[in-house]
């Protein structure tokens, strides 16, 4: 019997998508002009490749990751820099971040039947507490617990410890709960990894290229689905995504 749904934050109840891909192109320019090589789509390449790199690894701090693309073309980044680079690469995601159309009025709707909570990565900062999930104060009096990953000690997903921290303080079991979210690593192996029911939101309003693989977990296109898959405090029978 499922008593809690579990949701990832960013690209799952709000779409940043256009504030990263602005704060990208105006992250790279700086670098570029900074670094004052000649080719930009060689130091595009690499850009992009470091960036792949270090999301793999669950390494979210713009600073580290910029650290190591000027260290790859021999260069010391000033730190004041790159500070002042990250303020305003968050800055502007925060002043882009909005909750998707559907998302409040399904989570207050579930609330009525189940127990919510949000697991989510941190944004990498040196100081806890600027997640973006800030922003929405309102949020809080929906979800019995906020867990920000990669922050006060707690390693950032796929690592289990967030979700066991999260099923202990709520008292839950793994089959108990369902997990929504965006990304196929952190989220769908994450959560089922612990043996959580993941659900898989690749949201219509997203361009995305959506990784191509097998799985059993739910796939859905729009938070309203969930209510057709959940409706009350049983989980329904769904078709499998393969």
């Known amino acids: 019997m ?5 949701f990832d934050f960013g690209q799952t109840l709000v779409d940043s998508s256009g504030g990263f891909r602005q ?13 004052g090589v000649e080719s930009w789509a060689e130091f595009l390449a690499d850009y992009r490749r470091f960036r792949r790199d270090f999301h793999a690894r669950a390494i979210f701090s713009r600073v580290t990751f910029w650290q190591e693309v000027y ?3 021999g260069r010391k980044p000033a730190p004041e820099f790159l500070l002042a680079m990250e303020h305003d690469y968050w800055e502007g995601v925060k002043a882009a971040t909005r909750f998707f159309p559907e998302a409040k009025a399904v989570l207050k709707q579930l609330a009525s039947a189940y127990r919510l909570g949000m697991i989510t990565n ?7 507490g600027k997640h973006r999930v800030n922003l929405f104060p309102g949020l809080e009096g929906l979800f019995e617990l906020i867990i920000v990953a990669g922050e006060g000690g707690i390693p950032p997903k796929p690592d289990p410890q967030p979700f066991l921290l999260c099923l202990e303080k709520m008292g839950l079991a793994p089959g108990e709960t369902v997990y929504v979210g965006d990304e196929w690593v952190f989220d769908v192996c994450g959560s089922s990894e612990v043996g959580i029911q993941p659900v898989w939101l690749q949201h219509h309003s997203v361009s995305r290229k959506w990784p191509v693989v097998k799985t059993s977990a739910p ?8 209510l ?6 049983t989980m329904s029978t769904v078709k499998s995504s393969q």
Request: proline share 2%; aromatic share 8%; hydrophobic share 35%.
């Open 219 to 226: 796939i859905i296109t729009s938070l309203e689905q969930l």
């Open 228 to 233: 057709d898959l959940y409706p009350s405090g």
């Open 122 to 128: 941190g944004q990498g900062q040196q100081s806890s």
């Open 2 to 6: 499922i008593k809690a749904i579990l």
């Open 23 to 35: 704060a990208e192109k105006e992250a790279q320019n700086k670098i570029f002009k900074d670094l």
């Open 71 to 73: 260290v790859h073309y």
